[in-house]
């Protein structure tokens, strides 16, 4: 191994189920907490209506619920089309449904997509101290409730990199990856960048899987970057964030479990992650097709730096070596955390079709923002939606809809696009052959 001070990384993750091909019509509980705190956000591109409801009408099988408690369980969605020019440049037309941004989701997982592109871009910052994705990145502990990291078993030789967490992250949602990234840039430096780019409204303001407190969140660890023969080429010191949020009044639920107790009134939200739909959206967009965006919108990456995070995230756990998610087919099966048109189902999934996606699942709540490419039929769309399942209003319980809601719908979504943009007349026909990649196995 690396170091002989070993820590082993547990790799956390998300484990669903086998979900069933209609969506169960389960009456929702009206919840009277405010979920519209926020201001609102608009998209830069105008968003078209009209077309989702029609769609979803025509399929009463698979979306009568969805129309009926579309405010209930909070459903959200933005489907754009893409159409090409003769020269192979994309148009894009974005068609939505019941797209409230102030209508606050915790957007559990998806807040990892934003990092991940933040870590690559501030790994550019530092390229002149001679520092990459495939760098050692030693973290150390300085704070209370902070835990180090001198090695990681998931890899060929035992060196943590930046490489080896992006990857977990975006093939198995780990949270342990997450939280290292978020370490390395600092809760600071993230929400600069992102106003920057014209995100003033997102907040990741924690850890993942760890319950720290509001300072120990905004305190991130030291790291330390060495070379082949483990010597410190750069260090970032402990960093106390001075980033002030905007007040919040977000809440959720009419009740709570705590401590195995009860606890009526609504779950309060304020101080956990908040992400729109309409960001999601806009940051997936600005990955696939940049020139889409405004510069000043643009994660600040290289077109390497490009193709690594759309490998991953369209790469199936069964196709890695390393981490060793193939060797564990029980645990982690292909369209392990692709919500979107595969649902949470294990049956073999069709070789034409790859979704490049960031999905996440918690408090009740499933989301879903990808790209989906079938290369058969040269077919392309990028879909993101959100749902709330969770009709006792009760959080923490672990009583969510995910199997009989949640996860069906998200399948069902995905696959009706599919079917219509299968059938829809295009003019040019995309060139896909950038998003091929060759996988680890």
Known sequence: MFIKKTRTLLITAFFFFACACTVTKTTPVVENNPMNSGPEIRPDTPVNYGFL??????????????????KDWNVQVLYTRVDRKRNGQPELEEQGFN?????????????????????????????????????????????????????????????????????????????????????FLGQEYIHTELQKKGYPNVQIRHRLNIFLSQEQNSITNPVRFLDSNNRIIHEE???????????????????????GV??????????????????????????????????????????????????????????SVYPPYSADTLNYWPAYCKFMLFGAGKEPLPEQVRVFSKSGDAYGHVLDVAYVVDFKNQVEFFVSAVMYCNSDGILNDDRYDYQSIGFPFMKQLGQVLLDHEIKRERKFKPDLEPFKFKYDK
């Open 237 to 259: 010191k402990l960093k106390r964030s001075q980033f002030r949020f905007s007040a919040r009044n977000d809440s959720l639920g009419r009740g709570y479990m705590k401590g």
């Open 53 to 70: 409801e029609r769609l979803f009408r025509q399929h009463p099988g698979y979306f009568d619920s969805i129309l009926k408690y579309r």
């Open 262 to 319: 009860l606890v009526r009134g609504a779950m309060d939200f304020s101080s956990k992650n908040r992400i729109s739909l309409p960001d999601l959206h806009q940051m997936l967009i600005s990955l696939v097709f940049p020139e889409k965006v405004k510069p000043s919108q643009r994660f600040n990456i290289t077109e390497s730096d490009k193709q690594f995070v759309l490998k991953y995230m369209s790469q199936y756990p069964t196709e």
């Open 99 to 183: 797209v409230n941004p102030s209508a606050y989701f915790y957007p559990a997982s998806t807040v990892k997509f934003p990092i991940v592109l933040l870590a690559l871009q501030r790994l550019n910052e530092l390229k002149d101290k001679g520092i990459d994705m495939n760098t050692t990145m030693v973290t150390e502990a300085a704070f209370s409730g902070q835990t180090p990291v001198y090695n990681d078993p998931t890899t060929p030789d035992g060196r943590p990199t930046i490489a080896q967490y992006i990857k977990k992250i975006l093939l198995v949602s780990d949270n342990d990856a997450f939280n290292r990234l978020y370490e």
